[in-house]
């Protein structure tokens, strides 16, 4: 069975902190898909990356930055430096090579940056 | 703007009562998707659908129906067997139904009267 852990609720910083929400996965197949999506208040969904299975270069992006661990079935998410506008629902989510288009989701992690 | 249109953003339903929710995506996506998303919790599959006239059933799809007899639209019917269907939606599409990323919509929240 595929499972995603966000164990991380809540997470509350005050601006210009970095701050890394964690994703812990679990899967028994070889070939599966990571992504990460920010849900603002506004409540869609928005698509920040995926990576497959057999990728794992970190990668980063202007102040987002993810690490992908096969070894740990991690695929953690830090923002550097982190804004106001940063404040939303971060979901992680797994998806199995194959799978008719059914992402499996963590239950998000709200992150709150205090000005 | 190319996007994905939900109405309407909030809805109200009364015991024994069918409401539906539209959703409606000019990207020209094959694939498009219905979530559930309750307070502190994931996004759940309910349907999802990879071209005009087919769809199939996610995780939990009971109590609700679909319909896909355009390819840019995928409207959910929330029927009266569902006992529970206090919730935000999200419709989402993509362009293959394999592992590709979902563009969402800015959901439904459906309230219980």
């Known amino acids: 069975a595929q499972k995603v852990t966000q164990a991380q609720t809540e997470i509350s910083v005050v601006e210009k902190e970095d701050v890394t929400l964690d994703c812990v996965y679990e899967?028994?197949?070889?070939?599966?898909?990571l992504f990460w999506y920010k849900q603002p208040p506004s409540g869609e969904l928005v698509f920040l990356i995926r990576?497959?299975?057999?990728?794992?270069q970190n990668e980063i992006s202007g102040r987002y930055s993810w690490n992908f661990q096969k070894s740990t079935s991690s695929f953690n998410f830090t923002i550097t430096a982190s804004q106001v506008v940063d404040s939303a629902v971060y979901f992680c989510a797994l998806s199995v090579g194959g799978s008719q288009g059914n992402l499996i989701f963590g239950k998000g992690t709200k992150l709150s940056v205090k000005p | 703007d190319g996007g994905i249109t939900q109405s309407p953003k909030y809805l109200f339903r009364k015991e024994g009562q069918n409401v539906t929710l539209s959703c409606e995506q000019n990207l020209n996506h094959d694939a498009m998707y219905w979530y559930r998303q309750d307070p502190g919790q994931g996004l759940r599959l309910i349907y999802y659908s990879q071209i005009v006239n087919d769809f199939q059933k996610g995780d939990i799809a009971e109590g609700y129906s679909v319909s896909r007899e355009k390819k840019e639209s995928f409207p959910l019917t929330v029927t009266s067997a569902q006992k529970n269907p206090t919730a935000f939606y999200l419709c989402a599409s993509s362009n293959r139904a394999t592992n590709e990323k979902l563009f969402f919509g800015s959901g439904t929240q459906l309230s219980v009267l």
């Open positions: 990576r497959n299975s057999f990728d794992e």
């Open positions: 899967t028994r197949d070889t070939t599966y898909y």
